[in-house]
């Protein structure tokens, strides 16, 4: 007899997982003729949480920046295989990458909050879309704000400079300014790994309550950090040519207790990475 | 103050614990009701509602584990998911007293009683109150309420005592129905030894809040 | 929201990113444009030196110990200008370096904090002050009152076998001499290799001044035996910085240095530094041999100054793979 | 573990470090003084010498004929305006692209040549670039000008914003751009919109210093602006707007002449036999200094506001 | 390889269980021989020791719940933490057994034995062997011969049900022994729970090396 | 009945300790008038590890810099109070700063090899001293790296950089460079807090090695560290004017299961910090 797995949050959440908001196929990225990942399949299911994990260097910053074409902007990068986004291949020609930014957003390690008010922040994105309205942008960046659990914070001083912010908030304030594009997946590259402890605990409950509208998938160096927030979890490691793959994906609960490879468990239990 | 889902995994920890306390206590009630009423029937499906005990024991006793492991809590969390993983413990053996005495009901056959179960389910009533206290005392963080449940443990005693006076009795008196005297000895020893647990219970709550191992018995 | 005329917004950041096309054009252009300028200086001083270097070739720049410099008859020799150049920047740097690293360990390590904003600041003012100040300040209030009883003290020298011809006097009544272009020099290239170490003192990581602390190190030991072992190719770069300053610097020189051909070696004496004698003749040069001997002058001065950023270029270079 | 320095006199040597280390440091104060006694001794010489010649007519009129008293430098603080407003004009925009270019391709071919020519630059001595002027523009139109010497002031700044500007924009964290970038920005939005202002307290910073830089410069004016006692702006508007010329023209004909400059005319005066121009020239060096102070504080005060708004 | 924080934790606790377990199957044989030699002495040391049993197991759960949450363990090692806090209680409640046989022991009196007793120390071996067998699986992390180790538990229920039969038909014929019958059906018992107990550690045994869940009994 | 407290390592070893090695009596320590800490009693025991741990700002730099005299280096900083070392006050006049520092050594949080090579860097200290013997040094040098758990990782590349080694090794360097002046306590602050996850097991490792020889005391923001590798924790807070003070020491298993204070036990939970 097999118990159901376990009562927590997130296992319950993988036990029920249906739709695929993104998903890559045969994914590989070449910097000029290195290539940093090879064919990775990976499913990204829809309000979940998925956290990639791997030693340094085995290509989860590639991965994930592959998932918006944020590599474009790399010189040298080329992408082979295919990442669909609600089925549509984003690298397919004709498609607009601006579009694809908007809704893949993506928040960084270190918080990086625009050189401007708290309201500039959050308006920048909507004011890029072409949005003028003072009442609409005011609705936006409140919405916004609150969504990042940053409003009553700071309410009384959205003409205060962003970078005036603690390092945490500064944090809120770059996931607020990605929520007011209205994205549907949120991409995060170890973005508590700046951050002190506690302040790392407010982003973790975030997180969990931001899965209820969007898809997330987050980078950690943290295997607890991983088991704590996520729903599924993908390993990644390296092969002899330092091509990073897919070494195992699966829900969280059961790669963390019992992964079915033994590279995972090595690196899971810190002897190997 | 942050830490809200370790909060929330305590409290949902914390409600599948007395969920599990609900489910031991009635387990242990029915069979004894069903003895009572020599119902097999009744007794079949407590044997079989035991796994699903068992189960949630295991699940608890996993999610705790992660909790544990991911969530790093100290000082009192970790007293408290400690306590967690050692109550699920208590009440599974609980829930297999009250399997056992679906058991002893089964392998008594058709026959009739000797004599109507009086004493019996009064012990398990004081038991099974003993429990919900226990718990109730759990989900306050309560020690002082849980200093005070195991004197009740007396009252038990004082009935298993009478009740195993009253079967050897019977015993002595009738050999034929040492079998079935012998059966329900079991399981007045079942009833008794729940109390017991009850008491490690209580320890474990006074264990979560203060920090201190007292031994109640 | 967001959603309901999304095309119409998706045309307006596609129109808006095609402004990249512009903007990529733009930064391409300016870089091409500052590379171009640096082979255009080099070009004009080829072309215009041509005249010049046909006529003397290397005899322009060689060592003559009688070289001629004279207009009137259209033969150029530069060695006495080459000459008073390196002696001058040489004696500067000499005189300056130890200074300046005083200076600069003393406000990076010791300056109490009441004093060193004002010496910070200090340092920094006179880097910026233009040297026809200096040069005005040193012909009026320096002279006299400094180089010439200093020249006067050295007079003695002259008479020691070897290094006798550097001491050669008298030093005229005026103080227009070598020396005191040297030791004006000496003031301006001060604050650029003092400010210049100082922030290379004070780049240096906290971690390593209180790692060597924390061994039991007294200051002095810290400074000597690892922030400066630590700056090292840093300060280095502030010296050729500070060479290159003094090389190439015009006004406060040809305003002190007294602008004649003579004078031999010593620094007692008046003489040329190439920059001072292209400022001084240049705008009243006659004959196309004596510009063009001039821009040969220009050329050689930017050579040198190609030779001293290489250098710099491949310390650093060398130094941060080392360390890597 | 015995330890190994059981048979080391520790004693001795601590003293020893000790008396050493007394000795330099006290070494360290003493070339502070000496350096700063003659540090000191100029700026207040100047200061003091200057300030007694100065006078309003120093500001508002021409020189006198040689040798007559009176008289100012109108010409030199008019043509030093014209040539440095030319040369910001020139430079600024152009040392700011190359960093931003320097910034985007950090380690192409074209961005380590950019850096060592604008080394290059830097380091080259400004009576070259002085040479270089009248090579190309004064030999070619073959009378000085202020045009020209706009143009040789506009290459020396041109490393001096460059390199400031390039470090500045360095510190600015990468993750500032790639977040813009991520919502769909384009490069020039999130470089003017997000990078520059962050940047821009230490690139105005530097673009002071440029100027201060410029402002100081005379060894390349010597034969590109030559120097012009007549210089005066405001006759060439009213006389230009007297023949009713286009604004054009009138611009073109400013930049058309040889021109003054502040430290061209200090050099000049220092050198004449002349009491009247000598104080003059000490009144320049004054005005040339309290300028490149003002500037300096300027730029601080800038800087330390910028600081406030956007640090907290 | 790091971690030799957490591999010297791990193999202190292992050995803290393998010693636990070897102090309880000692109590366990103890307890047996005492009962066959009527050595009430011997019991009362037993009953004495159990409480250093119950505190070595504290112990184990104690550090056991601080190298879970301090060296923040996954997979292979959390699964042995688990079962190392599994395995102690099992061990604790096995000692509690023993200490109930020389309880027994204490209430019987003077009274001399009905008849010599040779099954019951069988069935002691036999389930005390299975305890060091599946702690030596346990040990070498061994599913294959944790697999194996339950299937002993026939031969135990074989001799208690023996022994059953065997008391009863005392009990039977001369209610006089009723009494101390009863108390050898209890120390019968105790030992019967005992081996079922290993049941349980030798599934802990296979979830900690292959992550599998399964129910041996 | 009070069992033995634990059976793991640490709390054995609080059990037995009985030596003080240095101790703080009402040490206060102030920057220009703004006092970091207040009036605080600490032990240290020998050949134990004692962490501190306290919010952020509430003065564990500046406690565990008073023990060397550190904060001599900081203009303003002045002290009150004592600090024991052996039972001598080394802020006494007439103490040796340098000899001080000699006997308390220090590892900081960013790694700091000195830019010479390994040989260079572990011998700089005995040089100081006036050591100059070839052989003498050589010994040293192999001694203490051997000690910081790096001897087999460099013997081959003595003469290389100390800042070619990785993060973790350059932190092992630093230690080694510590123990080279046979120093009798190892101040850390921070030691891991720049390292990776697994590096950070390393020199934890290494910690626990060398408690045999050293006093050990660590400031650490990360609890599980502490509780992993201390014998002994004080936790430190701040009061309403910022200057912090000692809320509670004591054996770490009882400071992170039981510990006496509501302050620690929210500190700890992370509820407040
Ligand atoms: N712009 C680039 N050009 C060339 N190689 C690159 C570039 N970016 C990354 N790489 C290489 O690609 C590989 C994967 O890099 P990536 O940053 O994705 O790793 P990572 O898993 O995110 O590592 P980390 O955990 O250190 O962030 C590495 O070997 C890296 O050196
Ligand atoms: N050099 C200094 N001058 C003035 N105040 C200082 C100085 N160093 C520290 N402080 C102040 O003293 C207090 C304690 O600082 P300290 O660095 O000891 O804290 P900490 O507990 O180590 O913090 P962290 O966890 O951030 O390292 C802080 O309020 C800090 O601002
Ligand atoms: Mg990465
Ligand atoms: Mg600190
Ligand atoms: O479950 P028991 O320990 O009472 O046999």
């Known amino acids: 007899m097999q118990p159901q797995l376990n009562i927590t949050e997130p296992t319950r959440a993988a036990a029920t997982a249906t739709d695929l908001k993104m998903e890559t196929r045969g994914l590989s990225v070449y910097y000029k003729n290195f290539r940093a990942i090879k064919e990775i399949n990976l499913p990204v299911y829809e309000n979940r949480v998925l956290a990639i994990i791997g030693p340094s260097g085995c290509g989860k910053s590639t991965l994930l920046r592959a998932l918006n074409r944020m590599n ?130 407010t982003i973790e409950d975030l997180i969990q309550r931001l899965k209820e509208n969007f898809t997330i998938v987050i980078v950690t160096h943290n295997m607890q950090q991983a088991a704590r927030i996520s729903d599924f979890t993908a390993f990644l490691s390296m092969d002899e040519d330092r091509a990073g793959y897919l070494v195992e994906f699966g829900p969280t609960v059961e790669v963390f207790t019992n992964p079915k490879e033994k590279l995972t468990e090595d690196y899971i239990t810190g002897r190997f990475g | 103050m942050p830490r809200t889902v370790l909060e929330t995994e305590l409290k949902n920890l914390k409600s599948e614990v007395l969920e599990l306390g609900q489910r031991v206590g009635e387990a242990m009630l029915n069979s004894i009701e069903a003895l009572k009423h020599r119902d097999v029937e009744a007794a079949r499906k407590i044997m079989e509602d035991d796994k699903k005990i068992n189960e949630a024991r295991f699940e608890i006793e996993r999610a705790t584990l992660i909790v544990i492991a991911t969530q790093q809590p100290l000082a009192h969390d970790l007293r408290l998911l400690a306590s967690i993983l050692d109550i699920a413990g208590e009440l599974e053996r609980m829930g297999d007293y009250a399997k056992g005495i679906a058991k002893i009901n089964i392998l008594m056959g058709d026959k009739p009683l000797l004599k109507p179960l009086i004493d019996l389910p009064r012990m398990a009533e004081i038991a099974t109150d003993m429990l919900r206290q226990s ?28 009740i195993y006076r009253e079967l050897i009795t019977f015993m002595i008196q009738d050999p034929k129905t040492i079998d079935q005297a012998n059966y329900l000895l079991w399981a007045a020893h079942n009833v008794e030894r729940m109390a017991d647990r009850v008491t490690n219970i209580c320890e474990r709550v006074i264990f979560t809040a203060t920090g201190e191992i007292v031994e109640l018995a | 929201m967001a959603s309901s005329s999304t095309s119409l917004r998706r045309k307006l950041m596609r129109h808006l990113q095609h402004g990249d096309v512009l903007w990529w054009a733009l930064l391409l252009l300016s870089a091409v444009v500052v590379v171009v300028l640096v082979l255009w200086i080099a070009w004009q ?79 920094e003012m006179l880097a910026a002050i233009p040297s026809v100040v200096y040069g005005l300040w040193g012909i009026y209030v320096f002279l006299p009152l400094v180089v010439v009883p200093i020249g006067k003290a050295l007079e003695p020298l002259g008479s020691v076998p070897g290094i006798g011809i550097f001491f050669k006097g008298p030093v005229p009544a005026s103080g227009f001499t070598r020396l005191g272009a040297a030791l004006v020099l000496v003031i301006m290239i001060l604050p650029t290799i003092a400010a210049v170490s100082r ?33 090292q190719s840093g300060i280095l770069g502030a010296v050729i910085l500070g060479f290159g300053r003094a090389i190439g610097e015009t006004m406060a020189v040809t305003m002190v240095i007294g602008n004649s051909a003579g004078g031999g070696y010593s620094i007692l004496k008046p003489g040329y530094t190439m920059a001072s004698i292209i400022a001084n003749e240049f705008a009243e040069a006659v004959s196309e041999m004596h510009t063009s001997a001039l821009m040969e002058i220009g050329l050689v001065l930017f050579a040198i100054t190609l030779l001293l950023n290489a250098f710099a270029r491949w310390l650093v270079v060398n130094r941060t793979i080392k360390r890597a | 573990m015995q330890s190994i320095y059981e048979h080391v006199d520790l004693q001795s040597n601590y003293r020893r470090r000790k008396i050493v280390n007394k000795i330099m440091l006290t070494l360290t104060g003493l070339t502070v003084a000496l ?54 004009v020139i430079a600024i925009p152009l040392a700011l692209l190359g960093a931003f270019y320097l910034l985007a391709k950090p380690s192409t071919a074209l961005a380590h040549a950019l850096r060592f020519s604008t080394d290059m630059l830097a380091g080259t001595p400004s009576i070259v670039i002085g040479l270089f002027g009248y090579a ?29 500007a390039e470090e500045m924009l360095k510190l600015v964290p990468r993750e500032m751009r790639e977040g813009a970038l991520a919502m769909g920005a384009p490069e020039w939005l999130a470089a003017l919109k997000v990078v520059l202002p962050a940047a821009a307290e230490g690139i105005i910073t530097g673009i002071m210093l440029g100027i201060a830089r410029a402002v100081g410069e005379t060894a390349p004016l010597l034969f590109t602006a030559l120097g012009n006692d007549n210089y005066e702006i405001g006759k060439i508007i009213s006389d230009g707007l007297r023949y009713h010329q286009s604004i054009g023209k009138i611009i073109g004909t400013i930049f058309a002449q040889p021109a003054d400059a502040l430290p061209l005319t200090l050099w000049k005066y220092a050198q004449q036999p002349y009491q009247e121009r000598v104080h003059q020239a000490w009144a320049v060096a004054f005005v040339l200094m309290l300028f490149v102070l003002g500037l300096n504080i300027v730029a601080r005060a800038w800087m330390a506001h910028r600081r406030r708004k956007l640090f907290g």
């Open chain 2, 135 to 162: 718990l109730v005392a759990f989900n306050n963080d309560d020690a002082e309420t849980a200093r005070q449940i195991p004197q009740r443990d007396e009252e038990v005693d004082a009935l298993y005592n009478q």
């Open chain 3, 199 to 231: 922030d290379v003192l004070q780049a240096v990581p906290r971690s390593q001044r209180e790692a060597a602390m924390a061994l039991g190190a007294t200051q002095w030991e810290t400074v000597w035996k690892v922030l400066i072992p630590y700056g």
């Open chain 3, 45 to 123: 001083l080829w072309v215009q030196s041509a005249p010049s270097r046909h006529a003397f070739g290397w005899d322009f720049i060689w060592p003559w110990v009688k070289s001629v410099w004279n207009p009137a008859l259209d033969k150029f020799q530069a060695w006495p200008a080459i000459y008073g150049s390196l002696i001058t920047a040489t004696i500067a740097l000499v005189l300056a370096v130890p200074l300046a690293l005083g200076i600069a360990i003393f406000l990076s390590e010791l300056a109490p904090a009441w004093l060193r904003a004002p010496l910070n600041y200090m340092v």
């Open chain 1, 72 to 201: 474009d902007l790399v010189p040298g990068a080329r992408v082979e295989g295919e990442v669909l986004l609600d089925g549509e291949n984003i690298y397919a020609p004709g498609q607009d990458v601006v579009d694809i930014r908007r809704r893949v957003g993506m928040v960084f390690q270190r918080p990086n909050p625009f050189p401007m008010s708290v309201y500039d922040n959050v308006a920048f994105g909507p004011r890029l879309l072409g949005i003028r309205k003072k009442s609409v942008l005011d609705e936006i960046v409140e919405r916004s704000l609150r969504a990042a659990a940053l409003w009553e914070h700071v309410q009384d001083k959205l003409g205060q400079s962003g970078m005036a912010l603690s390092g945490g908030q500064q944090q809120r304030l770059c996931i607020a300014r990605a929520i007011a594009m209205e994205p549907e997946v949120i991409l995060m590259d170890e973005p508590t790994s700046a951050l002190d402890p506690m302040a790392t605990l």
């Open chain 4, 136 to 164: 190309v523009i004064v030999a070619v139109q073959k009378h000085f000008s202020a045009f020209a010497g706009g143009v040789v002031l506009a290459i020396i700044m041109l490393p001096v914003v460059l390199r400031s």
């Open chain 4, 35 to 88: 350096a700063v006694v003659p540090l000191v001794w100029i700026t207040v010489y100047v200061l003091l010498q200057g300030g007694k010649y100065l006078n309003l007519d120093f500001f508002i009129h021409l020189p006198a004929p040689m040798g007559m008293t009176g008289g100012g430098v109108l010409n030199a603080i008019e043509g030093s305006a014209v040539m440095v407003l030319l040369a910001s």
